[in-house]
T-cell receptor, first 113, second 111 residues
């Protein structure tokens, strides 16, 4: 059974640009969550999608957005990139009927220069 | 962003000894708690979980203890091995079904 797949693994962008990250959850998982991980702030919750609807949202500015498709794949977008957006962006999926923790992907390392 | 803590504690243990990693959580209404292990270059990996109606749960070489009175969670690793070296995060589910992570503890195993 394939795990959570995130693409790309590494990305370098310039300030002011926008970026789109992709996440394919485990087959059958309908819940996808996104986290930002930085050395100074730890793991911060961005948002969660379930059946194409945003179910929860963290305290991030509107430059951070996401969506989920009918096949449960999810994308997150960051517009007008800032240096402080450099981080590891992690996607996690959760299975149906289980109140359990998430299965994480390996993340996308975004560097803003 | 929603974050907990800015400082990453570190713990060094001798190979073969037991490790205890502690975590203080903030949400008294949480009913579900999880421990994750994150190795360098990888995403967090589920280790063990516990519901709020329990105070102890055991897995393979790991035990999680929950003290709801003081909002404290601990992870015990028996006979620590070099492969246990990683950053360990506790996490808890909020009333809105979000999973919030603690600041993490870096475990270093000395051969």
């Amino acid at each position: 059974k394939a795990g959570v797949t995130q693409t790309p693994r590494y990305l370098i962008k310039t300030r002011g640009q926008q970026v789109t990250l992709s996440c394919s959850p485990i087959s059958g998982h309908r819940s996808v969550s996104w986290y930002q991980q930085t050395p100074g702030q730890g793991l911060q919750f961005l948002f969660e999608y379930f059946s194409e609807t945003q179910r929860n949202k963290g305290n991030f500015p509107g430059r951070f957005s996401g969506r989920q498709f009918s096949n449960s794949r999810s994308e997150m977008n960051v517009s007008t990139l800032e240096l402080g957006d450099s981080a590891l962006y992690l996607c996690a999926s959760r299975g149906p009927g289980r109140v359990d923790g998430y299965t994480f992907g390996s993340g996308t390392r975004l560097t803003v220069v | 962003g929603e974050s907990v803590g800015l400082h990453l504690p570190t713990l060094s243990v001798q190979e073969g000894d037991n490790s205890i990693i502690n975590c203080a959580y903030s949400n008294s209404a949480s009913d579900y708690f999880i421990w994750y292990k994150q190795e360098s270059g990888k995403g967090p990996q589920f280790i063990i979980d516990i519901r709020s109606n329990m105070d102890k749960r055991q897995g393979q070489r790991v035990t999680v203890l929950l003290n709801k009175t003081v909002k404290h969670l601990s992870l015990q690793i028996a006979a620590t091995q070099p492969g246990d070296s990683a950053v360990y995060f506790c996490a808890w589910k909020t009333s809105y079904d979000k999973v919030i992570f603690g600041p993490g503890t870096s475990l270093s195993v000395i051969p």
